[in-house]
């Protein structure tokens, strides 16, 4: 697609459910990422994806968070067992490399979690 | 430890004002990767800018610039005659080496909300 694409935009749960958001990078990108922005803060690193190799998981904050990259393409980030502090924007982007290769990143418009 | 500083929190210009917006950024690595982004009220992140360690030529495009500085670790970003569509948050960002460090995420600054008024 043109650009990076987040669905949910906007999810809405309650306290102890789980939930899946989605990230469907651009065409060709080989690299994708999961960044975590709450209010007020920088963007958290959580997961990156390159290729066929094993994700760089060393910014998940706990076992509650796990990601899947299929096919090379789209990625679904799961959260077990919500809390309110996992209340964010989760933001997914991707490149055409790894990213210290000199490829941006690319970002898509967020899913905004509310966790209630 | 790699770190991004950016410690202007918020910053309130008027229109047609110059403003600078500072990056301070920490790290062991020899190279390295910085990037300047764009997050405007609607929320996407927008690639502005990205400079190599190697190369502390400072960068203008049109109202613009980058000014690179390694002997004091920081990377600033200049907008000149700033307009109300300047208006968003800004975050700087350092991407450790492609060899030897991690697998090359981006590691961001808390950025900067500038506010440009009419």
């Known amino acids: 697609g043109a650009g990076v694409s987040q669905s949910p935009s906007n999810k809405v749960t309650e306290k102890g459910k789980d939930v899946e958001l989605r990230c469907d990078p651009i065409s060709g990108h080989t690299a994708l990422y999961w960044y975590r922005q709450s209010l007020g803060q920088g963007l958290e690193f959580l997961i990156y994806?390159?290729?066929?190799?094993?994700?760089?998981k060393s910014g998940l904050p706990s076992d509650r968070f796990s990601a899947e990259r299929t096919g090379g393409s789209v990625s679904t980030l799961t959260i077990q067992r919500t809390q309110q502090e996992d209340s964010a924007v989760y933001l997914c982007?991707?490149?055409?490399?790894?990213?210290?290769?000199?490829?941006?990143?690319?970002f898509g418009n967020g899913t905004r979690l509310t966790v209630t | 430890a790699q770190k991004v500083t950016q410690a202007q929190t918020e910053i309130s210009v008027v229109e047609k004002e110059d403003v600078t917006l500072d990056c301070v950024y920490e790290?062991?690595?020899?190279?390295?990767?910085l990037f300047w982004y764009k997050q405007p009220p609607s929320g996407e992140l927008v690639f502005l800018i990205r400079?190599?360690?190697?190369?502390?030529q400072n960068e203008i495009s049109g109202r613009y610039s980058w000014n690179f500085q390694k002997s004091t670790s920081s990377f600033n970003f200049t907008i000149t005659a700033s307009q109300v569509v300047d208006s968003a948050v800004y975050f700087c960002a350092l991407a450790p080496p492609l060899i030897g460090g991690s697998q090359g995420n981006l590691i961001f600054g808390k950025g900067t909300k500038l506010s440009v008024k009419p």
């Open positions: 790290t062991r690595d020899t190279t390295y990767y």
């Open positions: 994806f390159q290729g066929n190799s094993a994700p760089d």
């Open positions: 400079r190599n360690s190697f190369d502390e």
């Open positions: 982007a991707s490149s055409l490399g790894r990213v210290g290769y000199n490829s941006p990143l690319h």
